[in-house]
């Protein structure tokens, strides 16, 4: 069941998912990943929600990952390490980079509507919860970026779905220069659907949401899967693609480096 970090709430028609671990930027564990995937089956499976709200707790969406818990892993991959030490890493690297994928296939096939209330900054794992929610409400102070190679890493399972909802010129922008953008600039690519005033993040999207219960149960199934499984048919071997070089991604120096920096609060030495 979701522990404190990944709160559930149903009122009315809409269930909410809250990340809560504002004093870390609400970023994702490995054990939240799993709660994620929890929490969505439970209120697809609650009939009287109709819509489901994601968001974070205090003035962060999500920073992603948790870093420290990655480095811990990274530093098992070094040179000095015994071989079952470093395959010990690298079947986490993969299990990781699968449960990742998991959660966001996932968010896709809930036929449901997903609706993203992003109250702050959404950067790398929390970005790519951004992409995969079906509407997206923001507060005019959130953000969107993916730092992944500033870290030695590969935001392997974002790279689809941003070229699946901007094209890929958009996202190879965002990809490779690793320059977080503005909420004004989110929403003018339709990243952000919708920009509103800090406090009626929440607000908004419980109105999207009654909004999309307007309709015929069936109907509004039947359309999210034609979005996302015809027009999205590529949108599961792209993920699985991308979790394998995500995977492959964190075994290297680069990694190991840039997750040390990032946690030093340096920048990191490339070789």
């Known amino acids: 069941m979701p522990s404190h970090a990944i709160q559930v709430k149903v009122v009315d028609c809409t269930g909410t998912i809250l990340i809560n671990r504002p004093e870390q930027d609400n970023t994702l564990t490995r054990s939240m990943l799993g709660q994620l995937v929890e929490a969505l089956d439970d209120l697809y499976l609650e009939k009287q929600v109709r819509a489901i709200i994601l968001t974070g707790a205090g003035n962060t969406f999500s920073l992603g990952r948790d870093v420290p818990e990655l480095h811990a892993t990274s530093l098992q991959t070094g040179d000095n390490m015994q071989a079952s030490t470093q395959q010990a890493a690298m079947q986490q690297w993969g299990d990781d980079a699968l449960a990742y994928r998991d959660l966001l296939l996932r968010m896709l096939e809930i036929t449901k509507p997903i609706i993203a209330a992003v109250n702050g900054p959404a950067l790398a794992g929390g970005a790519g ?20 190679p500033r870290r030695g890493l590969v935001a392997g399972m974002v790279a689809p779905l941003l070229c699946f909802r901007l094209g890929a010129g958009q996202a190879a922008r965002l990809l490779l220069t690793s320059n977080p953008i503005e909420a004004e600039e989110a929403h003018r690519l339709g990243l952000f659907h919708e920009l509103v005033e800090p406090d009626l993040v929440w607000a908004r999207a419980a109105a999207l949401a009654r909004q999309c219960a307007a309709g015929a149960p069936e109907a509004i199934q039947l359309t999210k899967r034609l979005l996302n499984e015809t027009m999205g048919e590529r949108l599961s071997t792209q993920l699985s693609s991308g979790a394998a070089m995500s995977a492959t991604a964190h075994t290297t120096d680069a990694a190991r480096e840039g997750l040390a920096a990032h946690l030093e609060n340096r920048p990191p030495e490339w070789k």
């Open 129 to 148: 919860l951004v992409v995969a929610s079906d509407l997206v409400v923001a507060s005019h102070a959130a953000s969107f970026g993916l730092p992944d």
